[in-house]
């Protein structure tokens, strides 16, 4: 099992609307929680991070989490294409920090 | 801030040649994490170094290799290079003041071996 996990896609999500990006982890452990966004060809760059339970909002991204289900998630609304790329999920593991394989999302003009 | 800076952008090496890439943090952060990303295995962390010492190392070979300088700088060294090793090389900067804070990212090194 991986440390964490993420749905590979593509999802693809039309202009506007609310795209829903899921991840879950392993370690009961993990204390803070990382979205990551790479466009191809670039490095990874931060979103947001969120650490506690509950939802935690900047702009058109939510980031949601729920420790006891081990569950993390990320809602872009009013999606735009310029969104299109791949997001990557990541938590603090054994000092460290340990990131999914990432999903890419694919947002239709 | 000037943000992470990473050189060289682009290698090209052969198959048993060594390589050395270098990053330098974000001023005032201590810390630099280095990975590898592939397209089949996504991000894995290879090492991280905090005040010039290895705090924490990932699982792979001993062929890689790193150190950090008095002032943040790392190197990462690759030895006797093997084509699996082609993939994008990143490193990250944070304060290193604790394992759950924000890491930001370098541009990378893309190296491919033929």
């Known amino acids: 099992q991986k440390e964490v996990e993420q749905n590979s896609g593509p999802l693809s999500v039309p202009e506007g609307a609310i795209a829903s990006l899921n991840c879950t982890y392993s370690d009961r452990g993990s204390q803070s929680f990382f979205w990551y966004r790479q466009y191809s060809g670039k490095s990874p760059e931060l979103i947001m991070f969120?650490?506690?339970?509950g939802d935690k909002e900047d702009g058109r991204f939510t980031a949601q989490l729920n420790k006891a289900s081990q569950y993390v998630s990320l809602l872009i609304r009013d999606s735009q294409p310029s969104d299109s790329a791949t997001y990557l999920c990541?938590?603090?593991?054994?000092?460290?920090?340990?990131f999914g394989t990432g999903t890419r999302l694919l947002v239709s003009p | 801030k000037a943000g992470v800076t990473q050189t060289p952008r682009y290698l090209i090496k052969t198959r048993g040649q060594q390589v050395t890439l270098s990053c330098s943090p974000i001023s005032g952060h201590r810390s630099v994490s280095w990975y590898q990303q592939t397209p089949g295995q996504g991000l894995q962390f290879l090492f991280e170094y905090f005040s010039e010492t290895q705090r924490n190392k990932g699982n792979f070979p001993g062929r890689f290799s790193g150190r950090q300088f008095s002032n943040s700088r790392s190197e990462m060294n690759v030895s006797t290079l093997e084509l699996g090793d082609s993939a994008l090389y990143l490193c990250a900067s944070s304060s290193g003041q604790s394992y759950w804070e924000t890491q930001y990212f370098g541009p990378g090194t893309r190296l491919l071996v033929l």
């Open positions: 990541a938590a603090t593991g054994f000092q460290k920090l340990v």
């Open positions: 969120i650490y506690s339970n």
